[in-house]
């Protein structure tokens, strides 16, 4: 059974840093494309970052500069390290993992980023 488990998610000042995690469990790994969505009250789900089985990247224009996003296929884990956060980042945090074909799309159960000012 595939999961993924995010990690990370805490209450930081606005300025500070967080590095978000995804784990992968039961698929392979280095076959998938990944992203960050982020869903804050009352707004619909972005996209924040993704990247690819080669590593490209692309990102949102909000988080440019301010976030990355990397991967290590020997963890299986996909990460997200914040700087420079700001008040309107707080957001439900989710991972999305995308495969060969249309059964392999799969979310994380989400953790909470709270940017206080």
């Known amino acids: 059974q595939v999961q993924l488990v995010e990690s990370g998610g805490e209450v930081v000042q606005a300025g500070g840093s967080l590095r978000l995690s995804c784990e992968a469990i039961g698929m392979v790994f280095k076959f998938y494309d990944l992203e960050w969505h982020r869903q804050a009250p009352g707004q619909q789900r972005e996209l924040v970052a993704a990247?690819?089985?080669?590593?490209?990247?692309r990102y949102a224009d909000s988080v440019k500069g301010r976030f990355t996003i990397s991967r290590n296929n020997a963890k299986d884990t996909v990460y997200l390290s914040m700087n420079s956060l700001r008040p309107e980042d707080t957001a439900v945090y989710y991972c999305?993992?995308?495969?060969?074909?249309?059964?392999?799309?799969?979310w994380g159960q989400g953790t909470q980023v709270t940017v206080s000012s």
């Open positions: 999305h993992a995308k495969g060969p074909g249309p059964d392999h799309d799969y």
């Open positions: 990247i690819t089985m080669t590593s490209t990247t």
